[in-house]
């Protein structure tokens, strides 16, 4: 069991919304990192977050932002919501500098 | 830029067989190299790490191997089970980055 958790696990928005995605790392971990999963498609990076500072961002436009609060908590905000932007979202956290990362469960965004 | 592709797409095996999932990747500069289990509509289960010095991993009836000069990966299920049942994914991580770069995935069912 990861530990990490994320919240919430399903969420239904209409195009031009703004939404909130949850993420509580691992106890310990100080790295936490976002993940977009088309559906068919693997993971694709979006960003991480260490000492709640951004730490690498992959190709995702501006309105994809986050948060990383003093507790390792985690949210990823997404304004200006697009039909595309109906995936599951990944976070993933870790120890800074160390192998492994440990991924939630997910939250899956419909947009309609 | 790193490129990873997974080789089959989809995979239906009768219970009992070996099988063996297939990576490959552009970029032969990783630190290492990760191989994932999705079950439908959920989040990532570790299976097996492998450093970039390393050839292979094991765990259970699971085998890794990695061939990092030439951009390969295989991951080998002996003794298949329909619990196996899911789509598995590779993952390669950068030197200098904890960013995970995934294949597509491939989905395999394993039938009674």
């Known amino acids: 069991e990861t530990g990490v958790t994320q919240s919430p696990t399903h969420l239904i928005k209409t195009r031009g919304q703004q939404v909130t995605l949850r993420c509580s790392s691992q106890?310990?971990?100080?790295?936490v990192s976002w993940y977009q999963q088309a559906l068919g498609q693997g993971p694709q990076f979006i960003f991480q977050?260490?000492?709640?500072?951004?730490?690498g961002r992959g190709n995702f436009p501006p309105r994809f932002s986050g948060l990383q609060f003093p507790n390792y908590s985690s949210e990823l905000n997404v304004n200006a919501l697009e039909l595309d932007d109906s995936a599951l979202y990944l976070c993933?956290?870790?120890?800074?500098?160390?192998?492994?990362?440990?991924f939630g469960p997910g939250t899956r965004l419909t947009v309609l | 830029k790193q490129e990873v592709t997974q080789i089959p797409a989809a995979l239906s095996v009768p219970e009992g067989e070996n099988l063996v999932l297939n990576c490959s990747f552009t970029?032969?500069?990783?630190?290492?190299l990760q191989w994932f289990r999705q079950d439908p509509g959920k989040g990532l289960t570790s299976l097996l790490l492998i450093q970039s010095s390393q050839r292979e991993q094991t765990s259970g009836r699971l085998n890794a191997s990695l061939d990092k000069s030439s951009g390969r990966s295989t991951l080998y299920i002996a003794a298949s089970q329909p619990g196996d049942s899911a789509t598995y994914l590779c993952a390669v991580r950068g030197v200098n980055t904890d960013k995970l770069i995934f294949g597509t995935g491939t989905r395999l069912q394993v039938f009674p």
């Open positions: 106890s310990g971990h100080n790295t």
């Open positions: 993933a956290s870790g120890l800074a500098g160390l192998n492994e990362q440990f």
């Open positions: 970029d032969s500069a990783i630190y290492n």
């Open positions: 977050y260490y000492r709640e500072e951004e730490n």
